[in-house]
């Protein structure tokens, strides 16, 4: 990693790419009532690499990352690996909040109540 960039690293631009061509249904639900800055103003970027990891949605005036998990996630090893990787990226002074597929798919509108009640300026200033 070189020094100083964390966000969308260039070797991970095909991952990022692939990803967004083969998003869940969920994944795409929540992308088509956040984008635009049609949440409360607030600008979010998909597939968005943070070091060597590629979270769903990221808000960078906010540092506020939004995890979309499908079933896998309730795998004991797989939730060894998400709790590892929020650490890590929770470490550079953001939040990450998730939802299950099956919210976003069926409670939208509280999925985003509840994304709205999580913006909170950041006490850190963005580098």
Same mark, same amino acid.
């Given at each position: ?14 991952? *990022?790419?692939?990803? *967004? ?13 956040? *984008? ?19 979270? !769903? ?19 004991? !090893?797989?939730?060894?690996? !998400?709790?590892? *990787? ?26 985003? !109540? ?14």
């Amino acid at each position: 990693m070189r020094k100083n960039q964390l966000h969308n690293l260039p070797v991970m631009k095909k991952q *990022r790419r692939e990803l *967004r061509k083969r998003s869940m249904p969920a994944e795409k639900l929540l992308w088509e009532k956040i *984008r635009g800055k049609q949440l409360n103003g607030i600008k979010f970027r998909r597939q968005h690499s943070i070091g060597c990891f590629i979270v !769903d949605f990221y808000c960078s005036e906010y540092r506020l990352i939004i995890e979309v998990d499908g079933t896998i996630h309730n795998r004991t !090893d797989i939730k060894e690996y !998400d709790e590892e *990787r929020t650490e890590y990226i929770e470490n550079f002074g953001m939040k990450v909040i998730r939802f299950t597929n099956e919210e976003v798919l069926k409670n939208i509108e509280e999925v985003l !109540d509840k994304i709205a009640t999580s913006f909170q300026p950041h006490p850190l200033p963005l580098s």
